[in-house]
């Protein structure tokens, strides 16, 4: 079946790096952008941006620029998003979404992964 | 600040109808994505496109859209329905994101 599996919790330092990952199966990887989406404790999910996994192109949304970055290896189906200089307010769980589109005006997010708690304390 | 308006929370009884409405400029061009989230869990599709459910939703969750604003109507409402509920579509900005949320909006089953 299709689905999305993240790699596990991380408690990091303020300053310090993390690195998710999102490994695909039971489709083709490359046929499909992956979206990444943020939900900061008892807060809603924001749209972080989605990476072209054919090019490898991503784009970033407001306020996600410069230490944020996606990445793929396309040779194991596994998107990346990595996080630098991180801070107390990018604690938070963290998912990718597979994007769907069948028409221009009709786009979806499926599967989910299971998310990804990223913690952020000294 | 997110472009798509949803209430912050709904109530219903049990067995009754319930609309959870979805506002925004891009719902006139595009179609709304409607998200189900139980605490502690991820989020799941529950309503794609014009009035889509995926496989294991059940047929009381429907869609609809009139103008700017996408609604998702829970039919008999359930106990297992109680949960948040959040739209999706694209930003109508210009700018980038591409892709925003509503605020979500807390169901609660009475």
């Known amino acids: 079946q299709v689905q999305l599996v993240q790699s596990g919790s991380e408690l990091k330092k303020p300053g310090a790096s993390v690195k998710v990952s999102c490994k695909a199966s039971?489709?083709?990887?490359?046929?499909?952008?992956m979206n990444w989406v943020r939900q900061a404790p008892g807060q809603g999910l924001e749209w972080m941006g989605w990476?072209?996994?054919?090019?490898?192109?991503?784009t970033y949304a407001q306020g996600f620029t410069g230490r944020f970055v996606f990445s793929l290896d396309t040779s194991v189906s596994t998107a990346y998003l990595q996080i630098s200089s991180l801070k107390a307010e990018d604690t938070a769980v963290y998912y990718c979404?597979?994007?769907?589109?069948?028409?221009?005006?009709?786009?979806?997010?499926?599967?989910w992964g299971q998310g990804t708690l990223v913690t952020v304390s000294s | 600040s997110s472009e798509l308006t949803q209430d912050p929370a709904v109530s219903v009884a049990l067995g009754q109808t319930v609309r959870i409405t979805c506002q925004g400029d891009?719902?006139?061009?595009?179609?709304a994505s409607w998200y189900q989230q139980k605490p502690g869990q991820a989020p799941v599709l529950v309503i794609y496109?014009?009035?889509n459910r995926p496989s294991g939703i059940p047929d009381r969750f429907s869609g609809s859209s009139s103008g700017n604003t996408a609604s998702l109507t829970i039919t008999g409402a359930q106990a297992e329905d109680e949960a948040d509920y959040y739209c999706?579509?694209?930003?109508?900005?210009?700018?980038?994101?591409?892709?925003?949320f509503g605020g979500g909006t807390k169901l609660t089953v009475l």
């Open positions: 979404a597979r994007h769907n589109r069948v028409a221009v005006n009709t786009n979806w997010f499926d599967p």
């Open positions: 891009s719902l006139r061009s595009y179609y």
């Open positions: 039971g489709y083709t990887f490359t046929s499909y952008a």
């Open positions: 999706n579509s694209r930003d109508s900005s210009g700018n980038h994101p591409y892709w925003v």
């Open positions: 496109g014009k009035n």
């Open positions: 990476i072209n996994t054919n090019t490898g192109n991503p």
